[in-house]
C-alpha cells in the first residue's frame, strides 16, 4: 500500500489544509426511502425488467419472498399490492434521470426514520407506503437496517484512514471545491441495478448489500466517485469548449469514464495492491466506454503524476477521443418559394373543404394568414386566388402532401427553391399551370411575410441545436443504432406542412417542417426535427423488429416503428431538459391512431417503457429489448 500523492501542493490544496472539511455524513437509519427502494426494485422484478437481474438488486424478491414467511395472510396481501402499486407506477421511472422521483426519494430521505410520513409526497404514493410500513418494520426493517450499519461501519473506518487523502487527489486532480459540510450518504439495502447512484442535489444513494458490489475498498470508491459525479456540468463543460475548439465531437461517457478512472485511481493509491477499481472489476469500460481507458491512461493520468495541468490533459484527452469530425447535424432551407406556395394551397384547401384535418394547430392558422394578406391584392387576384384554393380542396388537398399524388409534387418542387419559373421541375402539368397561376398573387401578398417567418424559425431553432444537437443526436443514433449522414439532414421550412405539423420521405430524404406550428418551437421544435429525421431510418427500424418477429412467428403491428420514433425522440429531448415534456404526452398522441392503425397508441407505450427505455437507460442491450418488446407488443 502506497500513501504517495503525485501533485505538487497547489493553492487549493493550502486552502483546504486550513479549513475542517467534513467527508461524508452516512445516513442508514432512513427507513422510509428504505422502503420506497424495496418497493421499486421489487416493483422492477415483478415487471420483468432486464436490470431486475442484475446482481446489486438481484437478491431483492427472494428476500422480500423470506419476510412474507413471518406475516399473516392479510399482511402478505397487503405487501403484495404494495409490490403491484409500484410496478404499475413508480418502479417504472428511473431515479437517475425522472427529476419527479429522484425529488420524491430526496423527500423521503428528509423523512428519516421518523415513525409517520412527515413530508409532502403524492397521495398515491402515501397510501402505498403508509400501508405498507408497519409490515416493512415487521419483516424486513430490521435486518436491512442493521446490513446499513454493517456497511456504515466498515466505510467510516476507511473514510478515516484514507478519505482525507483520497479527497486531497481528487480535488486537485478536478481543482473544483468540495462542499465544507461534505455530502449526505443514503444508505439502502437495494439502490439500484448499478449498486449507487447520484442524482442533482447531492442525493448520493448507496447499496448495502453484499452482491451490490459497494463493500470493502469498493465502497470508498464508490462514495467518492458518485460525489464526483457532482462536479460533472464543470466539467462536461469544459470538454464541450475543447471539443468546439477542434470541431470535433465528445464520445458518449467520456467525462463518466473520467470519474471511473479519477477515483479509482485515488483509492489505489492507498489500497492493497491487490484491489480492483469498480469498472475493472464491473466490465464497465466495455460498457459504451470502450477505448477511452487507453486515452485515459495516456493523457489524463501523466497529469495526475504530476505533469501539467487539468486544463492541458483535459484538452489532449479531447485530442484523443474527439475522433469523429464535427459535422452540420441540420442545414435548413427557409426561401423555398414554390414548396411554401403549395404547402399554402394544400393548406387552405384543407380548410375551404372543410376536411378533417382544417382545425389542426398546424393547418388552422392558415385561415387568418389568408385573410391577412388578401388586402394586398386586387379583385382579380383575389378572385383567382379563391379558384385556385377550391381546386386545391376538390383536388390535390385530397391525400397528405407526402402520400399518393402529393409525394410526387413535394419531391418535385424540393428541388426549384426560389427559381422565377417551374420551367426546370419535372411536375405534372396540370399542378404545374395552377402554381405558376398563383406565383405571383402569393409573392405580393404572402410570401415576403412566410419567408421572414421561416427565418425566424430557423433563428430560434440553430442556438437550441448547438447547445443539446450533438447530445440529442448520439443518444437517437445509438437508439436506432445507426449512424448520422456526414453531411447532416436538410430541411425544408415552410410556413405550413401537414396535419402534424411535419413530415418526412425516406425516398430522397425530403423532411418538411411548418413554421406556422405552435408545436414546432423551442424544445418541441427540436424532438420534432429529429422525430422526423428518424422517420429516414424507418425500413432498417421495421427490419430489426422484423428479425425478432420472425421467429416468434408474430406480426409487427403497423404503428410500432412510429411509436417507438415518438417514445425515442421525446426520450432524446427529456435527457438534456429534465421537465420537458415529449409532444407524444403533451398532445395526446397515444390516444390516436398512428401510421393507419385500427386503434390507438396507447396500448404500445407502456410496453415502450418496460421493454424499449431499460435499453435508452443503458441498462439492457439493444437486442434483449427488442426482443422483449415485439414479445409485449404482439401478445
Known amino acids: 500500500m ?11 490544496t493550502l486552502a483546504l489544509a486550513g479549513q475542517s472539511t467534513a467527508l461524508f455524513e452516512f445516513r442508514p437509519d432512513e427507513f422510509w426511502l428504505n422502503l420506497h427502494k424495496f418497493l421499486y426494485v421489487l416493483g422492477r422484478a415483478q415487471n420483468r425488467t432486464a436490470d431486475a437481474m442484475r446482481e446489486p438488486v438481484a437478491d431483492a424478491p427472494s428476500d422480500s419472498d423470506r419476510g412474507i414467511e413471518s ?92 478519505g482525507a487523502a483520497v479527497l486531497d487527489f481528487i480535488v486537485r486532480a478536478y481543482r473544483l471545491p468540495w462542499p465544507p459540510q461534505g455530502y449526505p450518504v443514503h444508505i439502502v439495502m437495494y439502490a439500484a441495478w448499478g449498486g449507487a447512484y447520484s442524482t442533482d442535489g447531492s442525493l448520493l444513494v448507496v447499496s448495502s448489500n453484499a452482491r451490490a458490489g459497494t463493500t470493502g475498498w469498493s465502497g470508498l ?88 495541468t487539468r486544463d492541458e490533459a ?29 404547402h399554402f394551397l394544400h393548406a387552405l384547401g384543407v380548410i375551404d373543404a372543410k376536411l378533417p384535418d382544417a382545425e389542426t394547430p398546424a393547418l388552422a ?73 398563383a406565383a405571383p398573387i402569393y409573392r405580393k401578398a404572402w410570401w415576403p411575410a412566410h419567408r421572414d417567418r421561416n427565418r425566424a424559425w430557423r433563428a430560434q431553432m440553430e442556438p437550441l441545436l448547438t447547445q443539446h444537437g450533438p447530445a440529442i443526436r448520439d443518444f437517437v443514433t445509438r437508439a436506432f443504432a445507426v449512424e448520422w449522414p456526414q453531411e447532416g439532414r436538410l430541411l425544408h421550412v415552410c410556413g405550413y406542412a401537414n396535419f402534424g405539423g411535419a413530415y418526412s420521405m425516406v425516398n430522397g430524404g425530403v423532411i418538411v417542417i411548418g413554421s406556422a406550428d405552435p408545436n414546432s418551437s423551442g424544445l418541441s421544435g427540436l424532438e420534432a426535427v429529429f422525430h422526423e429525421a428518424a422517420h429516414q431510418w424507418d425500413p432498417q427500424t421495421f427490419a430489426a423488429l422484423n428479425a425478432h ?10 404503428d410500432l416503428t412510429h411509436a417507438l420514433i415518438f417514445f425515442s425522440a421525446g426520450e432524446a429531448v427529456r435527457r438534456v431538459s429534465a421537465k420537458y415534456q415529449s409532444m407524444a404526452d403533451r398532445l395526446g398522441i397515444w390516444d390516436k391512431n398512428l401510421s393507419g392503425a385500427t386503434v390507438p397508441a396507447s396500448r404500445l407505450k407502456q410496453p415502450l417503457i418496460d421493454a424499449w427505455k431499460p435499453y435508452l437507460d443503458g441498462t439492457v442491450p439493444r437486442d434483449v429489448a427488442l426482443d422483449a418488446l415485439v414479445k409485449r407488443v404482439t401478445q
Not at 426560389?418 to 395552377?434: E, H, R, Y
Open 365 to 437: 392558422p392558415a385561415r387568418v394568414d389568408m385573410k391577412q394578406g388578401l388586402p394586398r391584392v386586387g379583385e382579380d387576384q383575389r378572385r383567382v386566388w379563391s379558384e385556385i384554393i377550391k381546386r386545391y380542396g376538390t383536388e390535390w388537398s385530397r391525400s397528405l402532401p407526402n402520400a399518393g399524388p402529393g409525394e410526387a409534387i413535394v419531391r418535385a418542387l424540393a428541388h426549384v427553391g426560389d427559381a422565377p419559373t417551374l420551367a426546370s421541375a419535372q411536375i405534372d402539368p396540370s399542378v404545374g399551370a395552377v402554381l405558376e397561376q
Open 221 to 308: 470508491e464508490t462514495v467518492f466517485h458518485e460525489s464526483i459525479h457532482q462536479w460533472d456540468d464543470a466539467v462536461d463543460a469544459i470538454l464541450n469548449a475543447d471539443a468546439r475548439a477542434i470541431a470535433k465531437r465528445l464520445p458518449r461517457n467520456l467525462s463518466h469514464a473520467l470519474v471511473f478512472f479519477t477515483a479509482a485511481e485515488a483509492v489505489r493509491h492507498v489500497a492493497p495492491p491487490e484491489y480492483v477499481p469498480l469498472a475493472d472489476a464491473t466490465g464497465a469500460w466495455s460498457r459504451g466506454m470502450e477505448g477511452l481507458k487507453g486515452a485515459l491512461d495516456a493523457t489524463w493520468l501523466p497529469y495526475l503524476n504530476g505533469g501539467g
Open 71 to 162: 406475516l399473516t395472510p392479510a399482511e402478505r396481501n397487503a405487501w403484495n399490492d404494495a409490490i403491484t402499486g409500484y410496478a404499475r407506477g413508480l418502479s417504472r421511472q428511473d431515479s437517475t434521470r425522472d427529476t419527479n422521483l429522484a425529488l420524491l426519494e430526496g423527500r423521503l430521505a428528509g423523512a428519516g426514520g421518523s415513525s409517520t410520513l412527515n413530508v409532502v409526497v403524492d397521495d398515491s404514493v402515501r397510501t402505498i407506503l403508509e400501508r405498507a410500513a408497519p409490515i416493512y418494520r415487521k419483516a424486513w426493517w430490521p435486518t436491512h437496517r442493521a446490513t446499513n450499519h454493517a456497511w456504515m461501519a466498515t466505510t467510516e473506518q476507511l473514510v478515516a484512514a484514507h
Open 549 to 558: 418477429a420472425k421467429p416468434m412467428n408474430v406480426t409487427i403491428p403497423r
Open 2 to 12: 502506497t500513501t504517495k500523492m503525485p501533485f505538487l501542493a497547489t493553492a487549493l
Open 314 to 342: 483535459l484538452a489532449a484527452l479531447v485530442q484523443r477521443t474527439a475522433t469523429q469530425p464535427a459535422s452540420a447535424i441540420f442545414t435548413f432551407q427557409t426561401d423555398d418559394f414554390w414548396l411554401n406556395l403549395h
